[in-house]
Nanobody, 121 residues
């Protein structure tokens, strides 16, 4: 059974940092793209960052220069270091695997509970 368990969220002040972690199971983690998404109420989930099995990374524009995604294939974990947080970063954060198909990266149908990040200004 595919599972994603996110942790590390919390309430922080603007400008501070948080490190999110995700433990995944039930699929071939080491050979999968891994992603972080975020979602605020009433909006669609949006991609934050993606990392390939070999460590190549991609960031959405809002995350560039502030966030860093990493993975540990031995532990089936993916992390997101978030620095210089802003109030606009307030959201629930989710990790997921992804596959490359027809020119796009498609997340799996499985989603964890997410971890809430709240940034106060």
């Amino acid at each position: 059974q595919v599972q994603f368990v996110e942790s590390g969220g919390g309430l922080v002040q603007s400008g501070m940092s948080l490190r999110l972690s995700c433990t995944a199971s039930g699929f071939d983690f080491s050979n999968s793209y891994m992603t972080w998404y975020r979602q605020t109420p009433g909006k669609q989930r949006e991609l934050v960052a993606r990392i390939s099995s070999g460590g190549s990374t991609f960031y959405s524009d809002f995350a560039k220069g502030r966030f860093a995604i990493s993975r540990d294939n031995a532990k089936n974990t993916v992390s997101l270091q978030m620095n210089n947080l802003k109030s606009d970063d307030t959201a629930a954060y989710y990790c997921n695997s992804a596959r490359y198909s027809l020119g796009t990266y498609v997340p799996s149908e499985y989603w964890g509970q997410g971890t809430q990040v709240t940034v106060s200004s």
